[in-house]
């Protein structure tokens, strides 16, 4: 028996396929459910993993039954050798063919690679966007970036990547006032729009229960101007999803807090530096990168990983009294 004998199963049956891959920690914007405004301490540039470090990773863990990558951050549009990592990572062979690869940015520099990354292999792409009023903007996210995303937006709209779309955190006395307005600019825009509520994973440790919208807020908000019908077949996808006056349009809220996903959780994380998550509000971390570095063979580096994943929990537990926000933020786990 080796090591990829099976599927990267946990103590609770839910079987792996989705991969996560922070490619930086660094970011153009601050946003303020993130990162702090100043003072974040980066990771050292020599603990990145490199792309062939990336592309080994994905190459062990497409072999234990990963179908799925996406690549986030920080902000994933930073990393230079970005189109390189989308190429390499497209020819892995998974269960079901080349590994399937998507992006999560905030949009800013996606008009001038867009057509690089189409070319090199990648699926899909969500774009982040919380507000579509530009002074907001400037304000939640600490810089003055708005017309950049909305250029981004438009280039995606442009390419064939389908389908599209818009993830919203949706934040009380921020943005909770423009609920429909994002949702109109969505469909202008060829795009689903997702909701997110907030999670505690913000830099400044400001997150309250008070300060987020839970999604039955959400569906009210939107219900006051479109017709909502629950779409059924949710699978291990984190989003209610609801068509929007018969469709084809459709809205998803995804209710990470009040109506957790855990129990369908098919999800590993590898961190910028190397560190496997099998839980963004996982307390341990396992070093992949001293492994990488160490001259260990495939079956080592994936009988680390089946170790990770067999010591996931049944879910985050926000709502435990003992509940420990992780040390690291949000952008230095990868969302
Ligand atoms: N920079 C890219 C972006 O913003 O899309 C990728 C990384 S970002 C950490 C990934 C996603 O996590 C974004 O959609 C962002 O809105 C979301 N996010 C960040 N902090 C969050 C929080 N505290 N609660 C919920 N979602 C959060
Ligand atoms: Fe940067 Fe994305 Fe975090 Fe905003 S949510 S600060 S864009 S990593």
């Not at 009023?133 to 996210?141: A, C, I, V, W």
């Amino acid at each position: 028996m080796t090591a990829f004998d099976g599927p990267l199963v946990d103590r609770f049956g839910r079987v792996h396929r989705d991969l996560r891959i922070s490619l930086t920690d660094r970011c153009n914007l601050r946003c303020t459910y993130c990162m702090p405004a100043e003072g974040v301490p980066w990771l050292a540039k020599q603990n990145i993993l490199t792309t062939d470090e990336i592309a080994r990773v994905a190459g062990v863990l497409a072999r234990l039954g990963i179908v799925e990558v996406r690549l986030t951050g920080g902000e994933p549009l930073l990393r230079p050798d970005l189109v390189d990592v989308v190429r390499r990572l497209a020819l892995i062979e998974g269960a079901n063919g080349p590994l399937q690869v998507s992006l999560t940015t905030n949009g800013i520099r996606l008009e001038r690679v867009i057509d690089d990354l189409v070319a090199a292999g990648l699926e899909r792409l969500n774009i982040s966007l919380d507000t579509v009023r530009p002074d907001r903007f400037s304000e939640l996210t600490r810089r003055d970036k708005f017309e950049d995303v909305v250029r981004g937006i438009r280039a995606a709209q442009a390419s064939p990547l389908r389908p599209l779309k818009l993830n919203t955190v949706a934040m009380r006395d921020v943005n909770d006032d423009e609920f429909c307005e994002l949702l109109r600019f969505a469909q202008a825009h060829d795009a689903e729009l997702r909701f997110i509520e907030q999670m505690p994973l913000d830099a400044g440790r400001i997150w309250s229960r008070q300060s987020m919208v839970p999604a039955e807020e959400i569906l009210e908000k939107l219900s006051a101007e479109f017709t909502l019908a629950p779409v059924a077949g949710r699978g291990s996808s984190p989003a209610e999803i609801y068509t929007v006056d018969g469709g084809p349009t459709t809205v998803g809220v995804i209710a990470s807090v009040s109506a957790p996903f855990c129990g369908s959780c098919d999800r590993v994380r590898v961190t910028a530096d190397g560190q496997v998550r099998n839980c963004l509000f996982a307390r341990e971390e396992s070093d992949l990168t001293a492994l990488l570095r160490g001259g260990a063979d495939d079956e080592a580096i994936a009988r680390m990983l089946r170790q990770n994943i067999e010591g996931k929990r049944a879910g985050h537990g926000i709502d435990d009294p003992g509940f420990l926000q992780p040390q690291r933020p949000m952008s230095a786990i990868g969302g």
